[in-house]
């Protein structure tokens, strides 16, 4: 029961009607010797920390998730690439499923692993649809996965995607331009996504200017996530 109630408070984190900020935090750039400079420059608006990537070698994100606990009260989730990135030091698990693309090891065979390592954990999970959608540049996640982007020509077959996965349980809706994007995600589309959908939002990718974040969260977003603009300041890339 204490497992579920700390779900359900994770969950309900995102669902406090203000506009939510993470900044994301990828191992294989940002050392634990980096986060002084990290903290220094993140926005005011911060609200959580997410820690992960698609390439990340095994125990680095544990060892980035520890040394960040040591330095904030903000909430840490891992905002995982595969299995081996999870650790019962972080707050919160996104439990990520690329529904946007038909390979079976992103839809369910990294879950199925993840699933192993989290029957001893007291980790809180949400259930979350992960869409990769076209952001004008060749995403890591895209060559990680073997899994095309989905094109912004085509919203309707996005909205399929995001419905089919809302009607078998997903817990929130994340829209993904990929790291690096050229643009970020259309506030046109996520006020498409929003209008259809009965949980939470999250919209990252391209997130460079105090403007595109005001625009996302006019359309909808209840959560944005920026990683790459943070980058580009501390030059981490």
Known sequence: ???N?????????LKTGTKLLSVLLDPDKCLPVHL???FAQLPEATTHIFVGGSTVDKGKTHELVSAIRGQTQLPVWIFPGDA???TPDADALLFLSLVSGDNPEYLIGQQAKAARK?????????????VLIDGGHDSAVARVTGTAPMSLEDPELILDRVLAAQFMGAQCVYLEAGSGAAQPIPASLISMIKKH??????????????????SAWDAGADMLVVGTALEEVLSLR
Request: hydrophobic share 35%.
């Open 1 to 3: 029961m204490k497992h």
């Open 118 to 130: 989290l029957r001893n954990m007291h980790l809180p999970v949400i259930g979350t649809a992960y």
């Open 197 to 214: 959908i009965h949980c939470p939002l999250i919209v990252g990718g391209g997130l460079r200017t105090s403007a595109q974040m005001k």
């Open 5 to 13: 109630s700390q779900n359900q408070q994770a969950y309900n984190s």
């Open 36 to 38: 002084p400079e990290v």
């Open 84 to 86: 081996d990135q999870i």
